[in-house]
């Protein structure tokens, strides 16, 4: 038997991009193909989008109107996303606006957000439920606060209540939570039911992503180690309490990387082509990026970073541990858009060691890429960390992941102590605590292994001996999704 799944989301590859939840989210549906799964992804109809759509084979079919969806027209229009179906949200008056999916041009959030996204998951409930012509699905999966108010819709406010489909609320990152004011509820078009505990009601106002947690049938994070840790205070951030009430209901599933965009062999975007066997080849690409970097060759290890420039990242203690990388004999390259002030901290350390710090600020894919074939190790300082897709990009590529012991990074990198170093089984760096020490010793340690040529060849094979594609992860959803089938017949 198949299993129906509409994936409901904010973001996906290739069609929009912010973090690693499009990626997540545009390889789950090939992920679980081969399980009997079969996926249909919902997303907003942004600009690009649109763009995306208007093209080639994926032209939008319309198949379902609505003269009013919390107070704009709006249609439910199918495409393509890769081999795989999608459903788009066209509804201009919400999406089609020139800035990011979340705010404006100038990094404001867009003011009616909440309305933008409970529409969206209005109609996703709609259309999984059977409120439109196409037939219902079997499950809704919802990834993160801007799809959380589906499973509250289907369960308060279903639109057709002969078919309810079971729910799974993946949180990405539970910092990010859809928190409103109260004000906005009598314009849900929920009952009054739904303003509860165990409804939309957090702390006196509208929790998306708290009701999208008290309405599904299952929850998920994008790592073991965040299930367990988002039950305290540090890491729940308010949610803790939700849940720990709900903690049968939770399942940590570490996400996949797509091998066929991410893959040193056949990646369009290097210079040199290796793998395992030809990992010399890999110098070209080094040399390839100093170049584009402007720094000059050195003898000590070129560290990169790939980052949204945010306090979650550690990327505020980079810039003060810079001085010591250079003295080292270290460089780095690093690629990240975000906070300003976090920008000129790089700036100014830049400015101060010519040839060896190059920054640069945007968002680059083919770069990102480039990065990873050329860099000897990567940084990843964060906080917290869901699962974190660069380290894993790392790993596959032989540049040796320098992570904080947090989440996904801890989950998916393993230290190069004695013992592991012993055992033959290290594939990178980890250290605990962001702070100018921790990430000063972390730093010398990684120079140091550096400076052991045969330990360091076989670090960077054990991480490329590691399998993070979506094998096993895209088992575990399907096995999920049957469970709560079983569950409800
Ligand atoms: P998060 O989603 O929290 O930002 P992840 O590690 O899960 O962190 O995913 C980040 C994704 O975004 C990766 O695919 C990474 O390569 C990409 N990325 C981050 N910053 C940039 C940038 N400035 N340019 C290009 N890609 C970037
Ligand atoms: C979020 C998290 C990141 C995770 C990504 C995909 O952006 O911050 O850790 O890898 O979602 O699940």
Redesign the pocket.
């Known amino acids: 038997m198949t299993i129906s799944v509409l994936s409901v989301a904010s973001e996906a590859v290739p069609l929009i991009k912010t973090?690693?939840?499009a990626?997540v989210v545009g390889a789950l549906p090939a992920a679980v193909a081969p399980h009997g799964v079969a996926m249909t992804t919902m997303v907003p109809g942004y600009p690009a989008v649109m763009r995306a759509i208007g093209k080639g084979a994926g032209k939008g079919r319309t198949i379902h109107s609505y003269p009013s969806l919390m107070g704009e027209p709006a249609r439910l229009i199918t495409a393509k996303l890769g081999d795989h179906p999608l459903v788009v949200l066209d509804a201009p008056g919400f999406f089609a606006r020139e800035g990011g999916p979340y705010a404006d041009p100038a990094g404001h959030d867009w003011a009616d957000n909440w309305r933008r996204f409970a529409a969206f998951g209005r109609a996703a409930a709609d259309l999984a439920g059977g409120g439109t012509k196409r037939r219902p699905f079997d499950i809704l999966h919802a990834h993160d606060w801007q799809a959380a108010m589906a499973p509250a819709y289907l369960r308060f406010a279903p639109s057709d209540a002969a078919h309810i489909p079971a729910t799974v609320m993946t949180i990405h990152?539970i910092a990010f939570q859809g928190y409103f004011g109260a004000g906005i509820f009598p314009q849900l078009g929920l009952p009054d039911a739904a303003w509860s505990m165990h409804g939309v009601e957090y702390h006196g106002g509208v929790g998306f992503l708290k009701a999208g947690l008290e309405a599904a049938s299952a929850i998920t994070t994008v790592s073991p180690r965040y299930a367990a840790e988002i039950l305290d205070p540090h890491y729940g951030m308010g949610l803790q309490g939700v849940i720990l009430a709900r903690e049968n209901r939770v399942h940590g599933i570490v996400n996949g990387i797509d091998t066929m965009i991410w893959n040193p062999e056949s990646d369009p975007y290097i210079a040199a082509p290796y793998g395992l066997r030809t990992l010399d080849r890999r110098i070209a690409d080094k040399r390839a990026l100093e170049t584009e970097f402007g720094l000059e060759p050195g003898d000590g290890p070129l560290f990169v970073a790939?980052?949204?420039l945010t306090w979650q990242k550690g990327m505020d203690v980079l810039p003060e541990i810079l001085d010591h990388l250079a003295g080292l004999g270290g460089r780095l390259a690093l690629?990240?858009?975000g906070e300003a002030a976090i920008e000129s901290g790089l700036h100014a350390a830049a400015a101060r060691h010519p040839g060896r710090i190059g920054i640069r600020i945007?968002?680059?894919?083919p770069?990102?890429h480039r990065m990873q074939a050329g860099g000897d190790a990567i940084l990843v300082p964060s906080r917290f960390e869901p699962?974190?897709?660069?380290q894993l990009?790392a790993l596959a590529y032989g540049c040796v992941p320098v992570v904080a012991r947090t989440g996904g990074l801890a989950d998916t990198v393993i230290d190069a102590n004695i013992a592991a170093i012993a055992a033959g089984t290290a594939t990178g760096i980890q250290f605990d605590g962001i702070d100018y020490h921790a990430l000063r010793s972390a730093i010398s340690r990684t120079v140091a292994l550096y400076h052991q040529p045969d330990l360091w060849r076989t670090i960077q094979r054990n991480g490329m001996k590691c399998d993070f594609s979506w094998g096993r992860s895209g088992a575990a959803y399907a096995g999920l999704y049957a469970r709560l089938l079983s569950e409800k017949s």
């Open positions: 973090g690693g939840l990626d990152n790939i980052s949204r690629l990240g858009a945007g968002y680059d894919e770069l990102a699962c974190g897709l660069t990009y």
